[in-house]
């Protein structure tokens, strides 16, 4: 049996620990607009009302395509064997009441296409503010693509780590499964 020092265990851990707490940024290319053309062209804005399909993808009344929530990473709600994820139907769960508290009343701004042809979009329900920052301050969602500048937010990226931080600092929602507590 081989014994490993504590300080390198430790630092291991740490190390990994401070990998994981930096905003993650897929490396999937934008869709091309010729890819899209079937949806339409990117709306400026939109307002509507929406449901929840996943916990970052929503259904818009109107609208050809699904709205992707900027700045968000969500658990799957189906796993490889099309099977239903419990961390996956909590976080569409989460999503839906914060519709729900809205009267599903949502408000919009497009940012561009992804790969799916889904509208990123920076989104907010009445009261509820910002749908993004409120699914990762509840634990629910970790920050994804926060280098992206938004025209009209450039600090919301920065926005999102710290509520990210403060969630996890917290082990809200979902982060006790992410951290390995349960």
């Known amino acids: 049996m081989k014994i490993i020092p504590l300080t390198l ?3 291991g851990t740490l190390a990994a620990f401070a990998a994981d707490a930096q905003p993650r940024k897929a490396p999937a290319p934008e869709a ?3 890819e899209c053309a079937a949806v339409g062209e990117l ?3 939109w307002d509507g009302q929406a449901f929840a399909i ?3 993808t929503l259904g818009g009344t109107g609208l050809k395509a699904h709205l992707r929530i900027w700045g968000i990473q ?4 189906r796993d490889t064997t099309r099977v239903e994820s419990v961390p996956g139907m909590r976080a569409r769960a989460y999503l839906a ?3 729900a508290k809205a009267d599903h009343k949502v408000k919009c701004r497009p940012a561009r296409f992804d790969r799916e042809c889904r509208i990123v979009a920076q989104c907010s329900v009445g009261d509820q503010g910002d749908l993004g920052g409120s699914m990762i301050a509840g634990g629910m969602a970790y920050g994804f693509e926060l280098d992206e500048a938004l025209p009209w937010e ?3 990226g920065q926005r999102y780590a710290d509520a990210e931080f403060e969630a996890r600092k917290a082990r809200r929602g979902l982060w006790p499964a992410w951290l390995g507590d349960q």
């Open 74 to 77: 969500a658990p799957e709600l």
């Open 154 to 156: 450039s600090r919301a």
């Open 32 to 34: 091309k607009p010729a």
């Open 9 to 11: 265990v430790l630092a």
């Open 54 to 56: 996943d916990g970052q």
């Open 97 to 99: 009441d914060l519709l």
């Open 43 to 45: 709306p400026k804005a």
